[in-house]
């Protein structure tokens, strides 16, 4: 008898549906089946539980989803200290597997990024960070600092 053939995941990002702009407007398909979506578009015969230990899943891209905390080369942490009521909502966590983060100017006269694959905001920044911290053998403790500082700071604007 033969056993079924295991997936294995080739891709950083998977998502549990399709999002997609149809006439203007936004359509989330599900699969029935259950498969995750590579990269937020192309369908696999991945599930949730083929995924290894070291995929984070959380909400980003306006979605749930699974991203690749393993063979992470650079992480750049960018807290946001405007609003005093939000802890990592609009702090943002680029990711790159391969080149370096590198700062580019902006066409509106501000600072971009180049050079990583995605970037993350929300409570799943501070999930990540620790997981690529064990499973990319990536020095996470400045960044835990930062986000540390951050939390300081949102609990001495929000005493509660």
């Not at 696999?44 to 891209?61: A, S």
Request: hydrophobic share 30%; proline share 6%.
């Amino acid at each position: 008898m033969n056993k079924p053939k295991k997936r294995v995941p080739h891709a950083t990002f998977y998502t549990d549906c399709k999002v997609s702009f149809k006439c203007s407007r936004l359509a989330v398909e599900e699969n029935p089946n259950r498969y995750l979506y590579s990269n937020g578009k192309y369908q696999t015969k991945i599930l949730r539980g083929d995924l290894p230990e070291w995929y984070v899943y959380g909400y980003m891209y306006k979605r749930h989803g699974h991203i690749s905390a393993k063979g992470v080369q650079h992480l750049l942490y960018i807290p946001n200290y405007t609003f005093k009521n939000q802890l990592h909502k609009y702090d943002s966590l680029y990711i790159s597997y391969s080149e370096p983060i590198e700062p580019c100017e902006s066409l509106f006269g501000g600072v971009n990024y180049k050079g990583y694959e995605h970037c993350l905001s929300g409570s799943v920044l501070v999930e990540f960070v620790k997981a690529a911290g064990k499973y990319s053998d990536y020095d996470v403790a400045p960044i835990l600092e930062e986000i540390e500082e951050k939390r300081t700071f949102y609990q001495e604007n929000n005493p509660r």
